[in-house]
T-cell receptor
């Protein structure tokens, strides 16, 4: 079984400030990791994913995430946020061993203030 | 089409009625997923279709929920005798198949917001 914990349900931040959205997972097998963003009244959109190789993954809109196997974490970061980054962010994990069903975290609401 | 589409975008129904939600995946995507998203919750997996294989129904919350996928493309999620706790946003996603687990991106539709009065 696998699980995902997003430690913060809401993260308020001022525009142009850096931000980190935390994600921890548990799994007994190797994993693939994903971050998705959901803007209001829309479906989810992939920001970035980690499959293998370099632990630092760069995604769209200036976001990046680092896979840390020892800490079982995959935190999402952006050095300078914009108002338009206000959205819900979901971390997801799937096992690399054959299951095609991912597990999603409960989401973190990023609120960027001017 | 350009992306995953879902219809209707909003559905209001009375308790006890049946509803059908439709999903049109991206052409060529053999994998199709249904999720339920309740307020303040993450995505709850409901059902997974892969090509012509038997679907994985392990996430369906009760026997009032069912889904089918015709011709390996369009999918319909049916909820019978709706209850107020069924109120949620129902999301559909599709992806290209991949070997050894889900490594490909899921493309999500905009969802159907179901309200059961």
């Amino acid at each position: 079984a696998q699980s995902v914990t997003q430690l913060d349900s809401q993260v308020p931040v001022f525009e142009e400030a850096p931000v980190e959205l935390r994600c921890n997972y548990s799994s007994s097998v190797s994993v693939y990791l994903f971050w998705y963003v959901q803007y209001p009244n829309q479906g989810l959109q992939l920001l970035l994913k980690y499959l293998s190789g370099s632990t630092l993954v760069k995604g769209i809109n200036g976001f990046e995430a680092e896979f840390n196997k020892s800490q079982t974490s995959f935190h999402l970061r952006k050095p300078s946020v914009h108002i338009s980054d206000t959205a819900e962010y979901f971390c997801a994990v799937s096992s690399s061993g054959g299951s095609y069903i991912p597990t999603f975290g409960r989401g973190t609401s990023l609120i960027v203030h001017p | 089409g350009a992306g995953v589409s879902q219809s209707p975008s909003n559905k209001v129904t009375e308790k006890g009625k049946d509803v059908e939600l439709r999903c049109d995946p991206i052409s060529g995507h053999t994998a199709l997923y249904w999720y339920r998203q309740s307020l303040g919750q993450g995505l709850e997996f409901l059902i997974y279709f892969q090509g012509n294989s038997a679907p994985d129904k392990s996430g369906l919350p009760s026997d009032r929920f069912s889904a089918e996928r015709t011709g390996g493309s369009v999918s319909t999620l049916t909820i019978q005798r709706t209850q107020q706790e069924d109120s949620a946003v129902y999301l559909c996603a599709s992806s290209l198949s991949s070997a050894g687990g889900l490594s490909n991106e899921q493309f999500f539709g905009p969802g159907t917001r179901l309200t059961v009065l």
